[in-house]
């Protein structure tokens, strides 16, 4: 069965630079989700994507920008990186009530 | 406020014993779904189970059984005949919104198998 696709999977960058991250659902979810999960932490609710429109935000930092496109894949976009930004990203999609809530492998950033 | 707590932060036991993580949870909805996840050491979140509040019937699946008990807001793991595969970070969650919904993590259980 096909899951969620994130990518890359790994990503080094420097203090400063841009990322962007990717992530693809599962075909006919309707809401995508991202978390960051720093070293020894729980992952924490950045933002999610209802029918390609946000639909609720947690503790995202202003440098953080995300949005889904048409073909329902979603996008992480992170300026000006901080050494606090290294982190496990997770994307997460899901049926309405919480069918099928399902994570991808993650991406782990490394900023230096 | 929506909060998961797992008390326990680091539990140790030598294979083929029973271990329980406990998962304690605080909502004012009445609609909410409960979730725990495997966190092995290469990272990936892997899902467990789902439970809704309306359904209180406890479930097991093969060595895995959880308890779940409204009354005390709790939602219990057990591993039956532990064993070192086992091993791995474990998260109970909480999510309360129909749609959209966003999960609450407690902070994790690190459990331990020793052979």
């Known amino acids: 069965a096909a899951g969620v696709i994130q990518s890359p999977r790994h990503l080094i960058k420097e203090k400063r630079e841009t990322a962007t991250l990717k992530c693809y659902p599962i075909p006919r979810h309707d809401t995508v989700y991202w978390y960051q999960q720093g070293p020894g932490q729980d992952p924490q609710f950045l933002i999610s994507f209802y029918e390609k429109m946000q639909s609720d935000k947690g503790s995202i930092p202003d440098r953080f920008s995300a949005q889904q496109f048409s073909d329902y894949h979603s996008e992480l976009n992170m300026s000006s990186l901080e050494l606090g930004d290294s982190a496990l990203y997770f994307c997460?999609?899901?049926?309405?009530?919480?069918?099928?809530?399902?994570f991808g492998s993650g991406t782990r950033l490394t900023v230096v | 406020a929506q909060k998961v707590t797992q008390a326990q932060t680091e539990i140790s036991v030598v294979e083929k014993e029973d271990v329980t993580l406990d998962c304690v949870y605080e909502t004012r909805d009445t609609t909410y779904y409960l979730f725990w996840y495997k966190q092995p050491p290469s990272g990936e979140l892997v899902f467990l189970i789902r439970?809704?509040?309306?359904?209180?019937q406890n479930e097991i699946s093969g060595r895995y059984s959880w308890n779940f008990q409204k009354s005390t807001s709790s939602f219990n793991f057990t591993i039956t005949a532990s064993q070192v595969v086992d091993s791995a970070v474990y998260f109970c969650a909480l999510s309360w919104q129909e749609y959209g919904n966003k999960l609450v993590f407690g902070a994790g259980t690190i459990l331990r198998v020793k052979s």
């Open positions: 439970r809704n509040s309306f359904d209180e």
């Open positions: 997460a999609s899901s049926l309405p009530l919480m069918h099928g809530y399902t």
